[in-house]
């Protein structure tokens, strides 16, 4: 891939991120329509309380929700199914869901929904879990508008509607919902159930990344990178992207790097942007981005951004075999498919030229270095 496919490739993949959406775990009675019974604010509280459990504070929630405490019932659920205070126990976990779902709990006709959606601890079921969705998005609650918007974008246990999903993201969002905000962020961006508008795209992009969240941050700093809805601002591209790359987001940490190797400022043609630029994108790859690993190879083999990049066919090579590595641990599960199908059909044309230029021997030290990195950066995923 030459510089001006890279950079090519590099503006395809802000448009595919950019457009489209994401999907949690995905006709109720106009769900909203009622004051929520549990607020954002509240379903924050019992999260962050299911969080702090201990082993004998679980015990006593048990006891309570043996008692028919349905509070309790929701936290021990929730603490069976992370199996962070416990071994996680699936079958536990969708017996105590269920139950706090049929006193009529949103948050665990929610949940319920969604191990019906995953076919977790009981039978696959997309309608049923349409069904537990509706149930809580009709009490207001907020996380189930926004499952239960997803299930009608996908047509999933449910006919596919545009306009609806894109009501009930709205509904979530104007709680406070980030996966709502988000969700109807890239509504607006491909114009799906909503008029297509970039501006209103950015804003809502800008409350997610506003509360933290590392997609919302990426999309906004996307937004003022390409100058989507928003006027082109590559300081501040800089500044929501950082935030993402510093929460650990591989994806924030990969446009932070490619950030650093445009011109004008803030990326620049000197050695330190450079190096900012190399380690931005080692970081990514780090947590498993196999996109940033490819690019890595191209910057070291010369193919792309000859500044202040001593060209060395082995580490190009050690970074092609690594983004194949990392392919098979779902490094581009992130990227869009038309990414990835692109950087998997030009690979092997990449390490074929590195093992006929490096000979047998180099290309085997290659493969040990690739190796060698993988083994002390990257956690194998768990099965």
């Given at each position: 891939?030459?510089?001006?496919?890279?950079?090519?490739?590099?503006?395809?993949?802000?448009?595919?991120?950019?457009?489209?959406?994401?999907?949690?775990?995905?006709?109720?009675?106009?769900?909203?329509?009622?004051?929520?019974?549990?607020?954002?604010?509240?379903?924050?509280?019992?999260?962050?309380?299911?969080?702090?459990?201990?082993?004998?504070?679980?015990?006593?929630?048990?006891?309570?929700?043996?008692?028919?405490?349905?509070?309790?019932?929701?936290?021990?659920?929730?603490?069976?199914?992370?199996?962070?205070?416990?071994?996680?126990?699936?079958?536990?976990?969708?017996?105590?869901?269920?139950?706090?779902?049929?006193?009529?709990?949103?948050?665990?006709?929610?949940?319920?929904?969604?191990?019906?959606?995953?076919?977790?601890?009981?039978?696959?079921?997309?309608?049923k879990a349409v069904e537990?969705?509706?149930?809580?998005?009709?009490?207001?609650?907020?996380?189930?508008?926004?499952?239960?918007?997803?299930?009608?974008?996908?047509?999933?246990?449910?006919?596919?509607?545009?306009?609806?999903?894109?009501?009930?993201?709205?509904?979530?969002?104007?709680?406070?919902?980030?996966?709502?905000?988000?969700?109807?962020?890239?509504?607006?961006?491909?114009?799906?159930?909503?008029?297509?508008?970039?501006?209103?795209?950015?804003?809502?992009?800008?409350?997610?990344?506003?509360?933290?969240?590392?997609?919302?941050?990426?999309?906004?700093?996307?937004?003022?990178?390409?100058?989507?809805g928003v006027g082109k601002?590559?300081?501040?591209?800089?500044?929501?992207?950082?935030?993402?790359?510093?929460?650990?987001?591989?994806?924030?940490?990969?446009?932070?790097?490619?950030?650093?190797?445009?011109?004008?400022?803030?990326?620049?043609?000197?050695?330190?942007?450079?190096?900012?630029?190399?380690?931005?994108?080692?970081?990514?790859?780090?947590?498993?981005?196999?996109?940033?690993?490819?690019?890595?190879?191209?910057?070291?083999?010369?193919?792309?951004?000859?500044?202040?990049?001593?060209?060395?066919?082995?580490?190009?090579?050690?970074?092609?075999?690594?983004?194949?590595?990392?392919?098979?641990?779902?490094?581009?599960?992130?990227?869009?498919?038309?990414?990835?199908?692109?950087?998997?059909?030009?690979?092997?044309?990449?390490?074929?030229?590195?093992?006929?230029?490096?000979?047998?021997?180099?290309?085997?030290?290659?493969?040990?270095?690739?190796?060698?990195?993988?083994?002390?950066?990257?956690?194998?995923?768990?099965?």
């Amino acid at each position: 891939m030459d510089r001006r496919r890279a950079v090519a490739a590099s503006a395809v993949l802000a448009m595919a991120l950019f457009g489209v959406g994401r999907t949690e775990v995905v006709r109720a009675q106009e769900p909203g329509t009622l004051t929520p019974v549990v607020t954002e604010a509240r379903r924050r509280e019992i999260m962050q309380a299911a969080r702090a459990l201990t082993s004998d504070t679980l015990a006593e929630t048990v006891r309570r929700a043996e008692a028919g405490d349905v509070e309790a019932q929701v936290l021990a659920g929730i603490a069976f199914l992370d199996g962070e205070v416990v071994p996680r126990d699936v079958d536990k976990a969708a017996s105590w869901i269920r139950a706090a779902a049929e006193q009529g709990h949103p948050i665990g006709q929610n949940m319920l929904g969604n191990l019906y959606n995953s076919g977790s601890g009981i039978p696959q079921d997309p309608v049923k879990a349409v069904e537990w969705f509706g149930k809580a998005a009709a009490q207001g609650y907020a996380q189930a508008q926004n499952n239960l918007g997803v299930a009608y974008r996908h047509g999933r246990g449910v006919a596919a509607n545009a306009a609806e999903a894109a009501r009930l993201f709205r509904l979530a969002a104007e709680q406070g919902n980030i996966s709502g905000q988000v969700n109807l962020a890239f509504a607006y961006g491909r114009g799906d159930g909503v008029p297509r508008s970039q501006r209103d795209a950015a804003a809502w992009f800008r409350k997610a990344a506003e509360q933290g969240d590392p997609d919302g941050q990426i999309q906004i700093g996307l937004a003022y990178h390409q100058g989507w809805g928003v006027g082109k601002d590559k300081g501040e591209a800089e500044r929501w992207y950082k935030k993402a790359s510093d929460q650990g987001d591989a994806t924030g940490s990969y446009f932070y790097g490619l950030l650093y190797l445009e011109k004008p400022a803030p990326g620049r043609t000197d050695p330190i942007g450079t190096q900012i630029a190399v380690e931005a994108l080692q970081l990514s790859a780090t947590r498993g981005y196999a996109v940033a690993a490819y690019v890595l190879g191209d910057l070291f083999s010369g193919r792309i951004f000859k500044y202040h990049v001593t060209e060395d066919e082995l580490a190009a090579c050690a970074w092609y075999v690594t983004t194949s590595s990392l392919d098979k641990q779902g490094g581009f599960d992130a990227a869009p498919p038309v990414v990835a199908e692109e950087v998997r059909k030009d690979l092997p044309k990449r390490l074929e030229k590195s093992r006929k230029d490096l000979g047998a021997r180099l290309y085997a030290e290659c493969e040990r270095r690739a190796a060698s990195w993988m083994a002390a950066h990257v956690r194998k995923k768990q099965e």
